[in-house]
């Protein structure tokens, strides 16, 4: 088991380095001099050489890559353009907004799709199959930035019963939680951002556990005398590590791909943040977001990779 | 939205069974005897017992008996039709502006779906817009699963260091939410049209290579790719005749499933701004310039979203449909 951790472990560093190349190289894959941003129009030879020393831009690739990778490494991932705030505040003010936001939507699709699934492959080729099935296609198959809109047109423009946009109050400081003044404004976004997780749970669990269910064992336990509940209770268990899998790839969706939902509701998280990033071409900030995010990513899938080994021993002889 | 919508887990697609199909004799010409004992009653009972049906033969009777996956099948050919024939079904100029007549109600003046912030019809906007946004939803993935297979192929069959170093190498682009991707790279490159359809076919370049590889690397160590290199079959011919009639039903299954999340993620595009640029029309695009005008005529405001919708959960339902009828497990 240590070894396996160990390995896993060592695996996610070349991983990590190959994300931290592609975000450094995304400077450079922009048309243009990646300068232009910072420079005014008129600017002379002169001040674009100053100004190139200045950022580093004289230096071969490399050497400024291992400047860049240096810098990041203490949490220095510059100034943005646009605020002039140093980047790392910009993103982790975002990442705490955005977890807000993950802090509901997780548990809640989770909790949402799992069961669904599971009573879909429990219940295979009954009407509830056919019920759940159809729902987590709609799941997967909404723009969730259209539901979005028309969640907003539905509640908050035709009932007026919950806010569209934005996170508390104008001119509230905070965020309470515990104020439903504050807290409805949670409601739209995490309903949105929760339908395609419940969508992709629902079928993955069920595929999975329908899976199970035709495996030999389960006729087993049958013969053996086991009540249905307890067949199930070894079922569910032995789809989890498949259900897990997909679980970690759509709570790094929930945390680095809310980026139309929090565009949609103007949720000051992450999301929102890169596509301000986008539309101001501040680089300094698109980077150090997508940087961001993606390592929380590769973490979480570490994480889950170790849950998995550890309910299911099979995976770690691979 | 990928890992986003359905590009399958590491874990999802090697923990899965083998894509039956892939190593199903009748893949590889030999005949279906099983059918006539699993399904009776088709055609004629008189005929032998053991009467041969191909396997694309099989296909097609599953997919003529399977009445769901036909009807969905056929709303997508008339989205596609009507994209196609936008011209002559447009009852309007897309681009035709009007200053008395923005954002108006269904049936306003002969506009039977009303119009949009500039005053232009939204029925013509929205059957033009069918064709950028299927054009933006079909070409990644032609592209992608063209690229990504062969890489794929290449990883499985060589083996070894070059299959580490590219299924390595496609772990990296795993390593990004696919929406976060697909933004990044578009976002870096300025957006456009262009930029967007590359952005995608980058996004689903490593989740295509990833099929591919599974398949191949479970054909290479059968039993009569050894035959045929005994037999003195050089690797190009056994990649050609053995190797590729065995991946391309995974892969074709799996760009199926990708065509509606590349519609999705196009449209997602657009609406961030980072893909069609206005005024040409496209779904995504439309949805977030009318997105400010929600207080007005909310309906005429949700219609793209909707065409988006439809067209995304039809392009599933057909993929499903096709896994289900070419028997191969994702």
Redesign the interface.
Known sequence: MGRYVLRRILYAIPIAFGVSVVCFALVYIAPGDPLQTVLPPDATAETIAIVKHAYGFDKPLPMQFLIWLGRVLTGDFGVSIATRRPVILEVSDALANTALLAMFAVPISFFIGYVMGAVAGSCAGRWIDRVVTGAAVVGVSLPNYWLGIVLVIVFAVHYMLLPATGMGPHGSAGFNLLQWSNSKFLVLPVVTLSMIPVGILARTTRAAVAEVRNQDFVQTLRAKGLSEWAVTRHVLKNAMPQVMAVMGLQFGYLIGGSILVETVFTWPGSGFLLSKAIINRDVPVLQGTILTLSLVFVATNLLVDLLQSLIDPRIRRT | ?T????IP????IQ???PPTAALDPRFLGCGDVSEQQTEPGFEDQALPATRVRGYWQSVFYRLRHDPVTLVFAAIVLLIVLAAEFAPLLAPFDPYKESIVGRLKPFGWRDHPLGTDELGRDMLSRLLFGGRVSLLMGVVPVLIASLIGGMLGVLAGFVGGRTNTAVM??M???Y??????LA???A????GGMANGMLALTLVFIPPMCRVAETATTQVRALDFIEAARASGAKTMTIIRYHVLGNVLGPVFIYASSLV?VSI?LA??LS????GVRPPLPDW?LM?STL?QS??VV?LV??L???A??IT??C???VS?GLRAAMDVRM
Request: aromatic content about 12%.
């Open positions: 939205m890992d986003f919508f359905v887990a590491k874990a999802e923990s899965s069974k390595r190498a772990d990296v682009f390593a990004f939410p696919s929406v976060l933004v990044a790279i976002g870096a490159m300025g509606s999705l449209s997602g609406f961030l701004g980072l995504g949805l997105r929600i207080y909310p405001c949700a793209p979203g909707l988006i919708f995304s959960i392009c599933n339902l499903d």
